[in-house]
């Protein structure tokens, strides 16, 4: 039996994926996105061991809550690919038990994509960056990474939902937000929508408690309406 190492347990998310949702946070993630608000589960040693069945019991004492919303069980992180037997395993029990699922990745992961995408009912799929030196500022690590798992979501084509945080003075332009809908246009044509996100100043006291200086800090949060017309003008239904 697989096990591995979570962060946490959310019961009540509401903004990853549809419903109300149980969100298990995978510990552990190799990037280091300048914008990230949980530098706690970057580390691969912290956070608690456990084995799928005690996650699933977990899962299914939340049920009544998450089904009568139309909901299910996120799988967020850190990154939930960098652990994929674990996360396979998950998905195979909640798809016997009948539990929606929904993969929030990065797409920087260490393999098996083709069989765990099978088993997803949703992929928010997290795009950082679209150039490569653009992506490497942003997350410390190659956007090479991120080529095999896109290509594995070209494959498999799962129900998908392109997500991208919006950050003041860096990608909050047309000229981004031009070259991101070309981009899906492009590769990820079946995605079903695009999520904008605001970036946020919530995680910073996370950074200060763990002694690392937040690479953000001097960035003005991002202006939520400023992202909801960027997200009407590029990316509102039947654009
Ligand atoms: S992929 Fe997610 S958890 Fe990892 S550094 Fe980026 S924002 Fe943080």
Known sequence: MAKGR????????LVD???????????GCALRCLFCHNPDSWDFAAGKEV????????VLRFRPYFERSG???????????????FLFELLTKCRQHGIHTCLDTSGVGLGDYDEILSLCDLVLYDIKALDGADYEKMCSLSIERTHEFAEALKRIKPATIVRQVVVPGINDTDEYMR??????????PF????????????????????????????TEAMD????????DKYFSKGE
């Not at 939520?224 to 997200?231: D, F, G, V």
Request: net charge positive; charged share 25%; proline share 5%.
């Open 17 to 27: 994926g549809p419903g109300i949702r149980t969100v298990v946070f995978f510990q």
């Open 71 to 85: 909901g299910g069980v996120t799988f967020s992180g850190g990154e939930p690919l960098m652990q994929p037997k």
């Open 191 to 218: 995605a079903q929508s695009v999520e904008l996100l605001s970036f946020h100043k919530m995680g910073e006291h996370k950074y200060k408690k763990l002694g690392i200086a937040a690479p953000l800090a001097d």
């Open 6 to 13: 979570i962060h946490s347990i959310e019961s009540m998310g």
């Open 224 to 231: 939520k309406e400023k992202t909801q017309m960027l997200c």
């Open 179 to 188: 070259a991101l809908k070309e981009y899906i246009a492009k590769e990820l």
């Open 51 to 58: 084995t799928a069945d005690e996650i699933i019991a977990k």
